[in-house]
């Protein structure tokens, strides 16, 4: 058991970190939830759209758009990271708006990276929606409109999934966010475009394991709160 | 089956929460009248801490914050090159210069220097503990065919290891030398874990080391080792002619900063362990400002 120790060391460090309201810790998740919840709502913007669009609507390419969605779904990070760099250096086509290392050029890279994902995984619930209620509700009278906010809240359970992988995939991504975001905290240690995950890279860089773990595990608790929260809403909507 | 209006409620809960998060993220990248500074760096100074010390006494004195990217040598060059940082702070003399000769870098100066060691495995396969000539031991290595462990990133300690190499007489190829492709903190727990040779800095080195299986086998200049071994940094700004958005007042005032006695002497403080991490290299008495100077130009002046 011996040998396990670490996992003890990481747990009690992660556990003072929080109790000590740490605030470099506290600024590190701060920066960590706004990027990935900012990324999850353009992204889900975008994703609902299409995903209805695709699945309501037959088209020329639509077929291949599903395709690109669904090799889009296991983007690499830093793809999605070297493609976001040389569009916002200095002298690359938005190098103007002056966006690299700042939390939006992070918001960016993980909205290319996690929209697929969301739009994929909302095509998939879309599409297992019993045709039968689909009929029922045309032949109820139903518009076009009327017929998809009918789908929409059949599959409320996958489409919340969705909103869940997006927000997952966000919060748990470090390749492209390291590199756009450029993994920066002030002097005093308040992060600027650090997050839980660039941090725990940082930590791994200087040996200290533990405390990378410690952040981990903190990151993990999150996840969770968040999907907590996310059921608690949902079951919530469905009494 | 919900209802409509409950569903639509959830929905708006979870925009609204979105929303106010996102909202304050934009406005997150909020600077002051003079701006930011952004400072490409390599990893020894800033996971070292040494950054740490010296930018809030910065920030305090010229109301300017300074983003620090830490990344290997050469890549803080690219940046400098793309005009993506408003200076660098790195340690390749010989990338530095080349730098400067293409006209994206301008007033480089000395900051500080420290040493390379190559650390290896207590038991030295190599039999190269306490050698004073450094290509001596690489040929050793290369001999016994033991691990060594390269950074393969460019960064400074990449540049001066195919140097070394170089200088060697020796082409390393075969399973015995391995890229790591990643930092020097990380290629450092690589080595360990891995039973292999790296060349390191001596402040990488001093603050990791307790966490390491490593020996130190042979020894820079600080301890008496060879001179090639010595580890000088040099701080530079984008030359704004290239780059007219750079932040150079601030930059200069950052270089103005880090060669000031104060500057040297907060470097020269700067302790882990007890021991001195970086040597300040900024001052002195002489007209030599250590700037790349034209070959034209050049007297028989010291250049190292």
New interface residues.
């Given amino acids: 058991m011996e040998s396990f120790h670490f996992l003890w060391v990481s747990l009690t460090q992660a556990v003072s970190l929080l109790l000590r309201l740490d605030p470099p810790l506290i600024s590190i998740i701060d920066v960590s939830l706004r990027v990935a919840f900012t990324a999850l709502l353009i992204g889900s913007a975008i994703a609902i759209p299409i995903a209805v669009l695709l699945t309501s609507k037959n088209f020329p390419g639509r077929q291949f758009l599903r395709m690109l969605i669904n090799v889009g779904m296991g983007l690499p990070s830093v793809i999605a990271g070297v493609v976001v760099l040389l569009l916002l250096t200095a002298r690359g086509p938005f190098g103007a708006f002056n966006l690299l290392w700042t939390p939006t050029a992070m918001v960016i890279s993980q909205t290319v990276l996690i929209t697929p994902l969301i739009t994929g995984v909302m095509i998939s619930s879309l599409l297992g929606v019993d045709q039968r209620v689909k009929d029922a509700a045309v032949s109820l009278g139903a518009n076009r409109a009327q017929r998809a906010l009918v789908i929409l809240r059949e599959a409320h359970y996958g489409m919340l999934t969705a909103l869940m992988a997006g927000f997952g995939r966000a919060i748990a991504e470090v390749g492209s966010v390291i590199m756009v975001g450029g993994n920066i905290a002030w002097a005093d240690g308040i992060s600027h475009t650090r997050t839980l995950t660039t941090a725990m890279i940082l930590e791994v860089r200087r040996g200290n394991f533990e405390q990378a773990l410690a952040l981990g595990i903190i990151l993990l608790t999150l996840v969770l709160v968040v999907n907590w929260i996310a059921i608690w809403l949902q079951r919530r909507a469905g009494r | ?2 209802d ?1 209006s ?2 639509t ?2 929905l708006v ?3 609204c ?3 106010m ?2 909202v ?3 406005g ?2 909020a600077s002051g009248p003079l701006g930011n500074l ?1 400072l490409a760096t390599t ?1 020894s100074t800033y ?1 070292s801490g040494l ?2 010390i010296l ?2 006494v910065f ?1 305090d004195l010229f109301g300017v ?6 990344v290997g040598t050469g890549a803080a060059l690219e940046l400098g090159r ?3 940082v408003d200076l660098v702070l790195v340690h390749a003399r010989t990338a530095e210069d080349r730098f400067m000769e293409e006209g994206y870098g301008i007033n480089r100066r000395d900051v500080m220097f420290n040493d390379f060691i190559i650390v290896g495995p207590a038991d030295d396969p190599a039999m190269i503990y306490g050698m004073l000539n450094v290509t001596d031991a690489l040929q050793q290595i290369a001999m016994h065919e033991v691990l060594f462990l390269s950074r393969g990133d460019r960064s400074g300690t990449h540049i001066r290891e195919r140097f070394l190499w170089a200088e060697a007489g020796i082409e390393p190829i075969g399973r015995w030398y391995q890229e790591s492709g ?5 290629t ?2 690589q080595a360990s874990l891995m039973g292999a040779h790296t060349l390191v800095d001596r402040g990488t080195w001093l ?2 080391r307790e ?2 299986d490593l020996v130190v086998l042979v020894e820079g200049p600080l301890r008496g080792g060879d001179v090639r071994l010595a580890n000088p940094y040099g701080i530079l700004a984008i030359n704004p002619a290239i ?1 007219p ?1 750079v932040n150079y007042i601030m930059a200069m005032a950052y270089i103005g900063f880090i060669t000031s006695p104060l500057g040297q002497e907060l470097i020269a403080g700067f302790k882990r362990n007890g021991e001195q991490l970086f040597f300040p290299a900024g001052l002195q008495r002489g007209p030599n400002f250590a700037q790349f100077i034209p070959e034209e130009c050049r007297g028989d002046d010291d250049r190292d």
């Fill in positions: 089956m919900i409509r409950k569903l409620v959830m809960v979870v925009f929460t979105a929303l998060f996102g304050t993220a934009i997150g990248a952004v990893t996971d950054l740490h930018n809030p920030t914050r300074v983003k620090v990217i830490s793309r005009g993506d990643r930092g020097m903190g990380d450092l727990v603050a990791m966490r390491l780059h958005h």
